[in-house]
């Protein structure tokens, strides 16, 4: 599978992911979970009813595939934290660069550079999250498993996702195996 078709895959489950917690996160008020997404589906670990989990993930993927594209953004996503984290690193050893003056001469230099970083990292986190690590767009996807992980202290499930088969090519292979008519 060519890279741009792996990496359109994982942010279509992250968006379903996303929205996911959302809807699970109304329907529970104080339910705390967190959630991995893989090109297969993802994984939701809290305590969650496995037919409750269900239901919110067909909702989701549901209103996800009739436009509400805001479901796809977390404000609780790790790409908010990486790009915060990279922002703020990255301005901070700039301004803190210079091999002239003492470290204790660059701190507040670098502070400052982190600071303002932090500043723009929400809108940035947002953008990033909106064009490059998730997608809205799932049509053509589906539910195909939703399941308890058994084993370890934390409850945990796997939401497995996958293709709609078209109706087309679904035609096609019925009337490849049947015999043609004399």
């Known amino acids: 599978m060519p890279f741009d078709s792996l990496a ?45 989990l269900r239901a919110t993930v ?10 509400e594209k805001g479901l796809a953004v977390h404000p609780n996503c790790g790409t908010n934290l990486v790009t915060a984290g990279a922002l703020a690193g990255l301005s901070a050893l700039l301004l803190a660069s ?19 970083a932090l500043m723009v990292a929400g809108p940035a986190g947002y953008w990033m999250q909106t064009n490059v690590t998730t997608s809205a767009d799932v049509a053509g996807l589906r539910v195909e498993a939703v399941y308890r992980v058994q084993g370890g202290p934390v409850a945990r499930h796997r939401v497995i996702l996958g293709r709609v088969e078209s109706p087309a090519h679904h035609d096609d292979s019925v009337r ?5 008519a004399p």
């Open 58 to 67: 067909e909702e989701a993927l549901a209103r996800l595939q009739r436009g």
């Open 176 to 180: 490849a195996t049947r015999p043609s």
């Open 8 to 52: 359109k895959t994982l942010r279509q489950h992250h968006g379903i992911e996303h929205a996911t917690v959302t809807l699970l996160t109304q329907r529970l008020p104080g339910v705390r979970v967190i959630a991995h997404s893989d090109l297969a589906g993802f994984t939701v670990v809290g305590d969650v009813d496995t037919d409750t």
């Open 98 to 116: 210079g091999r002239n003056r003492s470290w204790w001469d660059r701190l507040p230099s670098a502070i400052l550079g982190a600071t303002l």
